[in-house]
């Protein structure tokens, strides 16, 4: 899910990049047509972090990095189905203030599982689960504090036995959450934290299941990929080929050997032939609105979608643009 805007310094620096931006020129990025098609629609909120398909509803689920929440993405009252708009489901009110962040759909159990973080002080992270249904909370997992360390819940991953896998951004590990939202451990390995400072300035991020059982993670600064199998919980670096990963951030399962890596400034597909030993970047695809900052993607209907992070306008207008590769 773009740098996870891991620290309030990172926000503040984020807005004073755009904000020194000419204004002619977000002008120029915001009229320039995407080549490919896209969805758009008005918020609540500038900033949204991760969306998601959910195919039973027929929607987009997206999340509120500003004052937390999760609202779906829908036709207008008319029912144009060009002019979308976003309904708020969830918003609750001892987490206002707090930044929602990965989101993953639990389909077995018919839930959203929400990872959560404080985005300014770092003050605790979470895990949260919402019935689909009724939108009632099923449960919320303190993973951390600021009295014990310094975290980031930044994504989360489901397996097939509802298990949750949420990556921290800033202390370099992994919670697992089983079930019914209890901690039951946490995945740490020396190779989540690379040499060099600048390599760490915001650690692992991206997070899926494979049914093959092991996890795919994909470590931003650096762009190092990692597989994780749950078996043993032992960790290796994945053999990337044919381009960087740098600045990789929400990753979308697409088949057993694609992922998608979103990132700014391009997403890429990624392909693997040997269980994820190694893999190649096969194909790159960038917006072009490098301003909005893409974080995460999601596959519809067999297209892929990137979501952008920032809205724009006074009507703050966010938007899906499918990625070709």
Same mark, same amino acid.
């Given at each position: 899910?773009?740098?996870?805007?891991?620290?309030?310094?990172?926000?503040?620096?984020?807005?004073?990049?755009?904000?020194?931006?000419?204004?002619?020129?977000?002008?120029?990025?915001?009229?320039?047509?995407?080549?490919?098609?896209?969805?758009?629609?008005?918020?609540?909120?500038?900033?949204?972090?991760?969306?998601?398909?959910?195919?039973?509803?027929?929607?987009?689920?997206?999340?509120?990095?500003?004052?937390?929440?999760?609202?779906?993405?829908?036709? $207008?009252?008319?029912?144009?189905? !060009?002019?979308? &708009?976003?309904?708020? *489901? /969830?918003?609750? =009110? %001892? #987490?206002? @203030? +707090?930044? $929602?962040?990965?989101?993953?759909? !639990?389909?077995? &159990?018919?839930?959203? *599982? /929400?990872?959560? =973080? %404080? #985005?300014? @002080? +770092?003050?605790?992270?979470?895990?949260?689960?919402?019935?689909?249904?009724?939108?009632?909370? /099923?449960?919320? =997992?303190? #993973?951390?504090?600021?009295?014990?360390?310094?975290?980031?819940?930044?994504?989360?991953?489901?397996?097939?036995?509802?298990?949750?896998?949420?990556?921290?951004?800033?202390?370099?590990?992994?919670?697992?959450?089983?079930?019914?939202?209890?901690?039951?451990?946490?995945?740490?390995?020396?190779?989540?934290?690379?040499?060099?400072?600048?390599?760490?300035?915001?650690?692992?991020?991206?997070?899926?299941?494979?049914?093959?059982?092991?996890?795919?993670?994909?470590?931003?600064?650096?762009?190092?990929?990692?597989?994780?199998?749950?078996?043993?919980?032992?960790?290796?670096?994945?053999?990337?080929?044919?381009?960087?990963?740098?600045?990789?951030?929400?990753?979308?399962?697409?088949s057993p050997t694609k992922i998608v890596v979103a990132g700014s400034p391009s997403a890429r597909l990624v392909k693997s032939s040997d269980g994820w030993r190694t893999a190649t970047v096969t194909g790159w695809f960038s917006t072009?609105?490098?301003?909005?900052?893409?974080?995460?993607?999601?596959?519809?209907?067999?297209?892929?979608?990137?979501?952008?992070?920032?809205?724009?306008?006074?009507?703050?207008?966010?938007?899906?643009?499918?990625?070709?590769?």
């Amino acid at each position: 899910m773009s740098p996870s805007f891991c620290s309030g310094r990172f926000s503040v620096a984020l807005f004073l990049v755009i904000s020194a931006v000419p204004i002619s020129y977000l002008v120029s990025l915001e009229r320039a047509v995407p080549p490919t098609h896209v969805f758009s629609y008005h918020s609540s909120g500038f900033f949204r972090e991760c969306a998601k398909w959910d195919d039973a509803g027929r929607r987009f689920l997206v999340s509120f990095m500003d004052g937390g929440g999760i609202g779906e993405v829908v036709p $207008s009252d008319d029912g144009d189905i !060009d002019a979308l &708009r976003e309904v708020t *489901l /969830v918003k609750d =009110a %001892d #987490l206002a @203030g +707090n930044a $929602s962040l990965g989101i993953v759909i !639990d389909r077995d &159990r018919n839930r959203l *599982l /929400v990872a959560v =973080a %404080d #985005l300014l @002080g +770092n003050r605790y992270s979470a895990l949260a689960a919402y019935d689909m249904s009724t939108w009632r909370r /099923v449960f919320l =997992a303190e #993973l951390s504090s600021q009295s014990k360390e310094k975290s980031f819940a930044d994504d989360v991953a489901v397996d097939a036995r509802g298990n949750a896998y949420v990556t921290d951004a800033k202390g370099s590990k992994i919670w697992k959450v089983d079930v019914n939202g209890e901690l039951v451990s946490t995945i740490e390995s020396p190779l989540f934290t690379p040499p060099g400072w600048y390599n760490n300035m915001v650690a692992l991020n991206g997070i899926v299941y494979h049914p093959d059982g092991f996890l795919i993670v994909i470590h931003t600064f650096s762009g190092l990929l990692y597989k994780i199998d749950l078996t043993d919980d032992k960790v290796t670096v994945v053999e990337v080929t044919g381009g960087t990963l740098r600045f990789g951030d929400g990753l979308e399962l697409l088949s057993p050997t694609k992922i998608v890596v979103a990132g700014s400034p391009s997403a890429r597909l990624v392909k693997s032939s040997d269980g994820w030993r190694t893999a190649t970047v096969t194909g790159w695809f960038s917006t072009g609105m490098v301003h909005r900052i893409v974080s995460s993607a999601t596959l519809k209907e067999g297209r892929v979608y990137l979501n952008h992070i920032v809205g724009f306008g006074s009507n703050k207008r966010h938007i899906l643009v499918e990625a070709v590769f």
